[in-house]
């Protein structure tokens, strides 16, 4: 399976100097969990909903006056376009990340994809599987 295909939809990204109040609300309003942080059209970190949550309000920080920058995960891991999934599986398991941009060969993101989104794919396949077993099992003349 081509990684580009989870390249579909549209990244939400932010500059490193964006405050964490926009960000937020860039996340509720993209219905997300996490953007990307780019700096002159490349990637230079990802901030979650979790970062926030522990950077921020654990540590009682002003959301108003805090930068991206301030908490993001820095040189996250990413992974090129023209991997496949297993690689991607891989790199997320000795990592322990569920969400991992795809980027190109200078590190422009094309697209993140998450755990959830493999899932979703697999589990469709599963499922497509599936059915062609039980249509294959049917005696031939039987609807």
Known sequence: MSLREFCQRKVVSISPECNIVEACRL????????????????????????????????????????????????????IPVDKDLQSLTNLMRIHRVRRVPIVDGVDEVLGIVTMDDIIARISGEMSDLGNAVVAESLPVGTD
């Open 27 to 78: 996340m509720d309003t993209n219905n997300i969990g996490c953007l990307v942080v780019q700096e002159r059209g490349k990637l230079c970190g990802v901030l979650t909903d979790r970062d926030i949550a522990l950077k921020v309000t654990g540590q009682s920080k002003d959301p108003q006056k805090t930068q991206a920058r301030e908490i993001m995960s820095r040189s996250p891991v990413r």
